[in-house]
């Protein structure tokens, strides 16, 4: 291994300024196996103070980000709107306008798109651009609510069907929970056309665990973890949070469903803000 010495110096020799381009460098011969060692391990997280402007500027160029990284950067640039310095103040709003601004280019192109003709998976997109963006809007309880029901409104029609696909269940699901109405929720999951599907079975999970029935998540989570590696990222990474939590709300054992049964119809309904 290289002393501290060659980090120390390290203006002197070549800087890939990513891990990929250090992969790169060192692959052709023009960086050490340190300085791959170094790009993977240094990383400051997005959330930590005080927060790095260029990097959040780096992630916000990317056109396409998923719904996780959209919230966390909002997060960020909401606790920023009220910094000391008022250039970075304004970088945060203009940021969060950015992020919004995306949103509703592609809610007005799939509004276009339905005026040209019905499209269930048109319908089901708009519904989920609408459930995202109710979702960066959690500082917002009205403007929340009102994405909340532009986005049911449009999955409507395509949930009244006796047999769902996945795709319409899970956004049905989501949205209906973000309202609060767990049970509504529940029914939609027994119209799914597979109903142990591992998607499946993981919205099960979360609507246990916004109702804090944490025996049911933790039942959930150990049966989705037999087949861990099948599953999407960013379920494994809920599921080892779920996994690795302990609490003491658990049902007995006896009144924890299997997880590929459905809740019972007599159990009390406990719905609420979620």
């Known amino acids: 291994m290289l002393s501290f010495d060659h980090f120390r110096d390290r203006r002197r020799a070549y800087q890939p300024k990513t891990p990929a381009a250090a992969l790169r460098a060192v692959t052709e011969g023009f960086a050490d196996l340190e300085e791959l060692v170094y790009q993977g391990t240094n990383v400051k997280p997005l959330i930590e103070e005080p927060y790095d402007l260029l990097e959040l500027l780096r992630v916000l160029s990317r056109q396409e980000l998923d719904l996780r990284t959209n919230v966390l950067l909002v997060r960020v640039f909401t606790q ?58 959690e500082k917002s309880p009205s403007i929340r609510a009102f994405y ?82 099948r599953l999407r990222e960013g379920m494994r990474a809920t599921i080892d949070q779920w996994c690795g939590d302990q609490s003491q709300e658990t049902r007995s054992p006896a009144n924890t469903p299997r997880p590929d049964e459905p809740a019972r119809p007599d159990e009390p309904a406990r719905d609420g803000a979620s």
């Open 80 to 137: 920023m709107l009220t910094d000391a310095d008022p250039e970075r103040a304004l970088f945060a709003a203009e940021s969060i306008t950015t992020i919004e601004s995306r949103y509703a280019r592609r809610i007005d192109d799939l509004k276009k798109a339905l005026a040209g003709g019905s499209s269930p998976a048109t319908r089901i997109e708009l519904a989920q651009r609408y459930y995202e963006l109710a979702l960066l809007s």
């Open 148 to 229: 909340l029901r532009e986005a049911f409104l449009n999955v409507r029609d395509e949930s009244a069907a006796p047999v769902l696909d996945l795709s319409v269940v899970s956004v049905t699901v989501r949205i209906l929970s973000a309202l609060g109405l767990h049970r509504q929720a529940e029914s939609i999951l027994l119209k799914a056309r597979e109903r142990v599907d591992p998607e499946i079975l993981f919205l099960r999970a979360e609507i246990a665990f916004q109702q804090g029935d944490y025996g049911a998540v933790s039942v959930i989570a150990r049966h989705l973890a037999k087949d861990y590696n």
